[in-house]
């Protein structure tokens, strides 16, 4: 069972255009992490949300923490090459356990 | 950059013969992570460890064992590789178990 779901898988758009992708889940979590991981690379931390409907921007990446916090958007604003990646959400259901990770959106940004 | 290294980055092995990943981290972090990635699964944890030989199952430890004799290393055994055992291996660290994760570069892993 795939506690996050993130969608659409792949993402194929030219630079300057706008994207969002999506991390929905039926559980809550207690936080949700965004990474990015570039081929042949481990992940990287982007941002964490913790406060339902919480807002964080990022230059062009805005995140969003759904009210419920069983959900979570990544928006990117006049997309560049350079963001092309895998982007991968994560959750933590409070302090115990450990972090759920998405599958992942695979995005491509070409010029 | 949490500072955390894998060796080997690459790997070509045959079935049924056991294989070593190391984790070297020089972060002082407490918890440590082996996942494995795989198209069309996303990343899986195997097992981590909460401590100097303190350790435990992820949800694919089958075929899989770990070890941690000191905080800086985290040392993931293959008791007899599988083809379904290729994938790319990360190691993780971080400070708190829902924390920050600070990921190593991987390991690719051919098992023939």
């Known amino acids: 069972t795939q506690l996050l779901e993130q969608s659409p898988q792949f993402l194929s758009i030219q630079e300057g255009e706008n994207l969002t992708v999506y991390c929905n889940s039926s559980s809550v979590f207690s936080s949700l992490q965004w990474y990015r991981q570039e081929p042949g690379e481990g992940p990287v931390l982007l941002v964490t949300v913790v406060t339902g409907g919480e807002v964080k921007k990022l230059k062009r990446l805005t995140f969003q923490f759904g009210d419920a916090r069983k959900d979570s958007s990544l928006h990117i604003t006049a997309a560049q090459p350079g963001d092309t990646g895998l982007y991968l959400c994560?959750?933590?259901?409070?302090?115990?356990?450990?972090?759920?990770f998405g599958k992942g959106t695979k995005l491509s940004v070409k010029p | 950059d949490a500072g955390i290294t894998q060796s080997p980055r690459h790997k070509v092995t045959e079935t049924g013969t056991p294989v070593t990943l190391r984790c070297h981290q020089t972060?002082?972090?407490?918890?440590m992570y082996w996942y494995r990635q795989d198209p069309g699964h996303g990343l899986r944890l195997i097992h981590y460890?909460?401590?100097?030989?303190?350790?435990d199952k992820g949800e694919v430890s089958d075929g899989y064992s770990v070890s941690r004799s000191k905080t800086e290393d985290f040392l993931l055994t293959l008791e007899s590789a599988t083809s379904s055992q290729t994938s790319v291996y990360f190691c993780a660290t971080g400070t708190a178990v829902v924390e920050t994760q600070y990921f190593g570069p991987g390991t690719r892993l051919l098992v023939l």
């Open positions: 972060e002082n972090h407490r918890y």
């Open positions: 994560a959750g933590a259901r409070g302090s115990q356990g450990n972090l759920i």
């Open positions: 460890s909460y401590g100097v030989k303190d350790t």
